[in-house]
């Protein structure tokens, strides 16, 4: 019988699609996925602040610092103080970061073909709906209408 826990099934997709991804990716262009988010994202606002990347991507002030500092070391951006505050850094792509996001948009559309492969339109267009509306929904206040032991049944929902 198929596994039906919701939560526990998308934090182990998760997990499988970002360590088989970060191994792919590092074999063939040597960044990792939070590299190549980043590389898109910069790519799309290039100039950006360092906040900006952050809320982009969804990491948090102290992941966004390191990751920067690696990319910048890599040579795949560069950062230049922000002449409005000099306190802050605006984020540039370089040739060679965009030479690997160029090059890795091809293994991204092969990637979502893969995930793809095996289900109708209709049925994608379901899973998008859903990957959608539950990224809405934790992007809200999703977790605030939620008891201290789970839902508001007395905490004897299903598990995880």
Same mark, same amino acid.
Request: charged share 25%.
């Given at each position: 019988?198929?596994?039906?826990?919701?939560?526990?099934?998308?934090?182990?997709?998760?997990?499988?699609?970002?360590?088989?991804?970060?191994?792919?990716?590092?074999?063939?262009?040597?960044?990792?996925?939070?590299?190549?988010?980043?590389?898109?994202?910069?790519?799309?606002?290039?100039?950006?602040?360092?906040?900006?990347?952050?809320?982009? *991507?969804?990491?948090?002030?102290?992941?966004?610092?390191?990751?920067?500092r690696r990319m910048?070391?890599?040579?795949? *951006?560069?950062?230049?103080?922000?002449?409005?505050?000099?306190?802050?850094?605006?984020?540039? *792509?370089?040739?060679?970061?965009?030479?690997?996001?160029?090059?890795?948009?091809?293994m991204v559309a092969?990637?979502?073909?893969?995930?793809?492969?095996?289900?109708?339109?209709?049925?994608?267009?379901?899973?998008?709906?859903?990957?959608?509306?539950?990224?809405?929904?934790?992007?809200?206040?999703?977790?605030?209408g939620l008891g201290?032991?789970?839902?508001?049944?007395?905490?004897?929902?299903?598990?995880?």
């Amino acid at each position: 019988m198929d596994d039906k826990r919701l939560f526990y099934l998308i934090h182990r997709v998760h997990g499988k699609l970002i360590h088989g991804l970060d191994q792919f990716l590092w074999d063939r262009l040597q960044v990792t996925s939070a590299q190549l988010m980043a590389l898109f994202y910069i790519r799309d606002h290039d100039g950006c602040l360092l906040k900006d990347l952050g809320e982009g *991507i969804q990491l948090k002030s102290s992941g966004i610092t390191g990751l920067v500092r690696r990319m910048e070391k890599n040579g795949l *951006i560069s950062r230049k103080t922000c002449p409005h505050d000099g306190r802050g850094f605006r984020i540039y *792509i370089s040739p060679e970061g965009e030479r690997i996001a160029s090059g890795a948009m091809p293994m991204v559309a092969a990637l979502n073909g893969m995930i793809h492969e095996g289900f109708s339109v209709e049925e994608m267009e379901t899973v998008f709906r859903f990957l959608n509306t539950l990224l809405e929904r934790v992007s809200g206040d999703l977790f605030s209408g939620l008891g201290q032991g789970g839902q508001d049944n007395g905490g004897s929902g299903p598990a995880a």
